[in-house]
Structure formats: structure tokens, C-alpha cells
């Protein structure tokens, strides 16, 4: 069974462009959470889509923004890119949105700003 | 507003000795608590979810309970090997958030000398 794919890897960006991220869930997982993991501020929570709808969003600008396709598979967004952006994200698939649901967490895009 | 903390930050032991990291939170309102191992610049590896209800959960050399009340958990790993070594981290889930939302801990990182 595939895990949690993200795609791509790395990528370098200049300040104030925009870039967009993608990830495919577990077959069969409906939802999709992002997270920012930064050395300073350890792992925040983005936002998460379950059934083409954002249910949750963290605390960030509205610069990054994010959407779930009919097929589960999720692509985030961040628009005038800043140095502080440079993070790996991450992106981890659930079964459902339910209470005891487990997480699985893709191996993440490593994004720098240069 | 919930806090994740684990201590110690780093941890170095040799080979063959049990491992014990610790993970608190402030708010006992919780769905479930998981752990998840990091290895560098790579993304997260589920390890063991534990239920609210539940006081611990086993997999193999790896074994994690849970004080609710106190609001405390600890990972076991009996007998470490050199692959241990990685970063851990604990994660809950809220009760007062019915999506997925996790909340994390900075990590603790641990060497397993030969």
C-alpha cells in the first residue's frame, strides 16, 4: 500500500514568488493536514481538508492557502513568498476526521527561499 | 491553550540500554496521543497511537503509556540499537477540536552509541 506522497521534494524559490506543494494521500484517506516544521518553531499546523472542504486552519497569513481535490489528493499554496517561509512542510493523510483516527505523514517538501 | 512539552531535548545512551522519553501536556481534554520517530531532514514515521481510554499500547520493543489525568505519557524502547537513533516526537489530539488537528511536542533526540 503507498504511503502519503509529496511532491516535490525540494525546491528553491525567490523571495515574492508564489510556489504550490502537492500531496497525495493513502488511497481510501479522505483527510489532509499541512504542517510547517521549522528549527525554531517545531512543527505548526497549517490547515486541514476533509471532502473538499477546509474544516481547520492554524494561525498563519492568508498568504498560504490550500485545497482538496474530488480524489483527496491536496496541494497548498503560498503566494509572495518571504525568507522566514523556508520550511519543511508536511503533509499527513487520516482515514477520516474522526477523534481516534491515526495520522501517516509524507516524507515533505523542503522548501528554501532564497 | 494546550502545551507540548518533552524533555529531555537531547539524549545519548550505548547500545543495549532502555530508552524512556517523556512527553506532558497541559490541557487533559484529549482525544489520543501519538508518537512518531524523524529521522534528519526526513518526514514523520507513526510509531504508536494511544486512545484517551487506554493506559498504554505495545508494538514489539516499543511500548507507550498514558496518564491522562496528569497529563503524561512515556515511550519505551527496550534494548536500543544504533537504528534508533532519530528524533521523537509526541503529538495529541484535542477534544475541544473535532477535526484532526495535532499538537506537538519540540521532540526529543536521541543517539544510540555502539
Known amino acids: 500500500k503507498a504511503g502519503v506522497t509529496q511532491t516535490p521534494r525540494y525546491l528553491i524559490k525567490t523571495r515574492g514568488q508564489q510556489v504550490t506543494l502537492s500531496c497525495s494521500p493513502i488511497s481510501g484517506h479522505r483527510s489532509v493536514s499541512w504542517y510547517q516544521q521549522t528549527p525554531g518553531q517545531g512543527l505548526q499546523f497549517l490547515f486541514e481538508y476533509f471532502s473538499e472542504t477546509q474544516r481547520n486552519k492554524g494561525n498563519f497569513p492568508g498568504r498560504f492557502s490550500g485545497r482538496q481535490f474530488s480524489n483527496s489528493r491536496s496541494e497548498m499554496n503560498v503566494s509572495t513568498l518571504e525568507l522566514g517561509d523556508s520550511a519543511l512542510y508536511l503533509c499527513?493523510?487520516?482515514?477520516?476526521?474522526?477523534?481516534?483516527?491515526?495520522?501517516?505523514f509524507g516524507q515533505g517538501t523542503r522548501l528554501t527561499v532564497v | 491553550k494546550q502545551e507540548v512539552t518533552q524533555i529531555p531535548a537531547a539524549l545519548s545512551v550505548p547500545e543495549g540500554e532502555n530508552l524512556v522519553l517523556n512527553c506532558s501536556f497541559t490541557d487533559s481534554a484529549i482525544y489520543n496521543l501519538q508518537w512518531f520517530r524523524q529521522d534528519p531532514g526526513k518526514g514523520l514515521t507513526s510509531l504508536l497511537l494511544i486512545q484517551s481510554s487506554q493506559r498504554e499500547q505495545t508494538s514489539g520493543r516499543l511500548n507507550a503509556s498514558l496518564d491522562k489525568s496528569s497529563g503524561r505519557s512515556t515511550l519505551y524502547i527496550a534494548a536500543s540499537q544504533p537504528g534508533d537513533s532519530a528524533t521523537y516526537l509526541c503529538?495529541?489530539?484535542?477534544?475541544?477540536?473535532?477535526?484532526?488537528?495535532?499538537?506537538f511536542g519540540a521532540g526529543t533526540q536521541v543517539v544510540v552509541t555502539p
Open positions: 499527513a493523510s487520516s482515514l477520516s476526521a474522526g477523534q481516534n483516527t491515526e495520522a501517516f
Open positions: 503529538a495529541v489530539k484535542e477534544a475541544t477540536d473535532s477535526w484532526g488537528k495535532l499538537q
